[in-house]
C-alpha cells in the first residue's frame, strides 16, 4: 500500500508563510500527477494545487500568486510553498497522488493561520 506522508503545518500569523512537504513511501514516478487539497471545518475538500510528472501545474484562483506547488524527483519530495498566508488559509490540507491505477491520500497536516 503507498503511503504518502506530509510534515510542515503549523500555526502562522497573517502575512507569514509555510512550507509543505509530502514523501511517498514508493517511487515518486510511480505517480502522473500529485498535489494538495485542502479541508476548512464545515467545507468540502478542495483542490489547491497540483503538479503533473510533465512540471505542468495548476493553481486554485484563490492561491495563485501566493502558493507554489514543485516536484523534486531526486529528493523525491513535493513541496508547497506557501507565503503571504490568509487567515481563510487555515484547513487540513492533504496531500494526493494519482496513478494510472489508483487515487492516494496522506493523513494530513493542520495551517491554521491566525489574524
Known amino acids: 500500500q503507498v503511503q504518502l506522508v506530509e510534515s510542515g503545518g503549523g500555526l502562522v500569523q497573517a502575512g507569514g508563510s509555510l512550507r509543505l512537504s509530502c514523501v511517498p513511501s514508493e517511487s515518486i514516478f510511480i505517480f502522473n500527477a500529485m498535489g494538495w487539497y485542502r479541508q476548512a471545518p464545515g467545507k468540502e475538500r478542495e483542490l489547491v494545487a497540483t503538479v503533473a510528472s510533465s512540471g505542468g501545474t495548476n493553481y486554485a484562483d484563490s492561491v495563485k500568486g501566493r502558493f507554489t506547488i514543485s516536484r523534486d524527483n531526486a529528493k523525491k519530495t513535493m513541496v508547497l510553498q506557501m507565503t503571504s498566508l490568509k487567515p481563510e488559509d487555515t484547513a487540513v490540507y492533504y496531500c494526493?497522488?494519482?496513478?494510472?491505477?489508483?487515487?492516494?491520500w496522506g493523513q494530513g497536516t493542520q495551517v491554521t493561520v491566525s489574524p
Open positions: 494526493n497522488g494519482r496513478t494510472i491505477y489508483d487515487n492516494y
